[in-house]
């Protein structure tokens, strides 16, 4: 007999879903026999809360004609989806991405047919993803300590089969049964379309491809067959193993760090990426704007975008936007480069994808004071970074971004707070950066490498016919760029998340000189200098793929952003040959150097 949770009345479970509906899927085959109980167990238990009940049928026998008969006498509605024989090679799992597809509840409960899963199991797993705000409910046969009443040697093999899930895939080590048919999950939560099931267990692969999913874990026991026969098989099983070794060599272990940049776009990707450690989150509430993979990927469709070089050994990207976002595919050695992954791939799509939404993602440092943003723009490797650093080293102003800022029409800047990329020379603006030993030795080969000089001649490799980017991703991992956080080098400093422009400073090697800028002359310069700070390949062709032969549209939508949110804005030009622009910087917003001998910053001692 099934050993259940206690028995809810309709009363108390019509409550239990306060936020949406929820469609059962069933995915059956030759199980005419259970049809009936299981669709009056799941009526009893979710009425209320019930959308449908979605049957996919593979069967040979008379089990469509019994749900055929339901629907005349059940006021929920009951649908059927028999699939012909053509359409059955991607077996339950394909059945029950049909039903997913069909579904239009806000929830959506995936069972077995064969009354091995109760109904009463339901509520408790719709219970828990509303309370703990989770994505995935699953129904373990082995979770909280229960076991079933599986004969040993089948136990045996699901425990096997079981480990070697949790080996292959990290986040489906959060379920102690990531095998259960039993489950349910937020409809929206999951890309369908990304799914590529084989065989019977598709929560391995709604997981593993949705390694964003919030997910729970709730027990129950495991019910004897009263009806029909198991489909499980020496067949199933190969196909189970086939299924496991393909999604491994498409998705990884599935481990994946998650980033949203301010609720305008989100970033998943199976490498840490530093440049945007301030944006990571623990998961995601829908699929990523822009999702990695370092892994070759069967990308295919007819907006596929390919860069390779050197074939499979150098830098290769391959990309194509979907409904949801933009799914990339890198070489394992850009994979092994994290600078290299995100300045020269993810970089240049967060700039599109902001403009798409109205927003711009603009090369200037800002710093805050008193409520109000004041921009600091120049040409890459002018001296921007440490003009920065010593003014946040007088004290009195907010740091809200060094390299980049997004700014919307209103003039509104929003933090972009990547770590900055110093030198020796920049070290010594600041008193307090706390930075190990080996750092600081390891900063003077940095520098040189990493240097305004290192940076022309990789410029100048660009004309030459060398995979220059397979060059560029080698070097990076042999000698990675010397970046660091703003906390670590003016210890105390404060973190500004957003602010309003109210100024903004051009800075220039030269015959020291002051000027005002009109409107146009300093958007103009904004705009060069925004083109300066990318450029390296492959970023014409990722820019020309992702304008859709639109380019000159988007590029004037990107002004248009810039231009609103300078509306009013006073700009000035400074020159200088000793770089002394922080000073003249401060002069102008007040803050006198005699201050920074009085400042206190949490932390600085020693």
């Not at 729970?216 to 070794?245: C, D, M, N, Q, Y």
């Not at 491994?248 to 530093?274: A, C, E, F, M």
């Not at 990675?480 to 956080?485: G, L």
């Amino acid at each position: 007999m099934v050993m259940a949770p206690e028995r809810r009345s309709v009363s108390d479970t019509a409550t239990l879903l306060k936020t949406g509906t929820v469609s059962v899927v069933v995915p059956t085959r030759n199980e005419a026999s259970n049809i009936r109980p299981l669709t009056d167990a799941v009526i009893d238990h979710l009425r209320g809360s019930l959308e449908e009940i979605i049957f996919v049928d593979d069967s040979t026998d008379d089990t469509p004609d019994v749900i055929v008969n339901l629907t005349s006498d059940s006021d929920v509605e009951i649908i059927l989806i028999h699939r012909p024989p053509e359409q059955r090679h991607d077996g339950l799992s394909g059945a029950v991405i049909a039903g997913l597809k069909r579904a239009r509840g806000d929830w959506v409960c995936v069972m077995d047919g064969d009354l091995q899963h109760p109904p009463e199991v339901i509520p408790a797993m719709l219970s828990m993803a509303e309370l703990e705000d989770l994505d995935l409910v699953s129904a373990g046969r082995f979770a909280a300590g229960n076991e079933t009443e599986m004969s040993r040697s089948r136990k045996a093999l699901s425990h096997a089969l079981i480990r070697a899930v949790h080996r292959a895939f990290v986040p489906l080590r959060q379920l102690r049964d990531p095998l259960t048919g039993f489950f349910v999950v937020r409809r929206r939560a999951v890309d369908i379309e990304r799914l590529q099931p084989l065989g019977f267990k598709i929560l391995v692969e709604i997981i593993a491809r949705n390694a964003n999913l919030a997910v729970g874990e709730v027990g129950f026991e495991f019910g004897k067959r009263e009806h029909g026969r198991s489909k499980a098989s020496a067949r199933t099983l190969w196909h189970f193993v086939r299924h496991i070794l393909r999604l491994r060599r498409h998705v990884g272990n599935g481990r994946r760090h998650h980033y949203d940049i301010h609720g305008i776009i989100t970033v998943s990707s199976p490498v840490k990426l530093p440049e945007l450690w301030r944006f990571e989150v623990p998961h995601l509430r829908e699929t990523a704007t822009i999702t990695l993979s370092c892994r070759p990927a069967a990308l295919a469709g007819d907006d596929l975008f390919t860069y390779r070089e050197l074939g499979r050994l150098g830098f290769g990207v391959r990309m194509r936007r979907t409904s949801s976002g933009i799914e990339i595919d890198v070489s394992r050695l850009v994979g092994k480069s994290p600078h290299v992954l995100y300045t020269n791939v993810v970089e240049p799509v967060i700039r599109w994808e902001l403009v798409r939404r109205g927003y711009a993602l603009v090369h200037a440092a800002c710093v805050e004071r008193d409520g109000q943003a004041f921009l600091i723009t120049a040409r890459t490797d002018t001296g921007k970074t440490t003009t920065m650093l010593k003014l946040l080293d007088r004290g009195g102003l907010g740091f809200v971004s060094d390299d980049l800022i997004i700014v919307d029409p209103s003039g509104v800047v929003l933090t972009y707070p990547k770590p900055l990329t110093i030198s020796s020379h920049t070290l010594a603006a600041v008193r307090q950066a706390e930075l190990r030993w080996h750092e600081r030795v390891g900063l003077k080969l940095q520098s040189r490498v990493h240097s305004r000089s290192g940076r022309r001649v990789a410029f100048a490799l660009t004309r030459l016919p060398l995979p220059v980017a397979t060059i560029n991703a080698i070097t990076q991992i042999l000698i990675p760029p010397p970046k660091y956080d703003v906390a670590r080098l003016i210890p105390g400093v404060a973190m500004v998340e957003k602010a309003r422009i109210a100024g903004m400073f051009v800075i220039e090697r030269g015959t020291p000189s002051r000027r005002s800028l009109d409107a146009a002359t300093a958007l103009d310069i904004l705009l060069e200098n925004c083109e300066d700070a990318f450029g390296f390949p492959p970023y014409d062709r990722i820019e020309a793929y992702l304008h859709g032969g639109r380019g000159e549209t988007v590029h004037q939508s990107e002004r248009e952003i810039i231009a609103s949110a300078l509306v009013g804005v006073p700009a000035v030009l400074l020159a200088s040959d000793s770089l002394d622009w922080a000073e003249s910087i401060a002069a102008d917003l007040g803050i006198p150097a005699e201050q920074s001998a009085a400042v206190d910053r949490p932390g600085s001692e020693g």
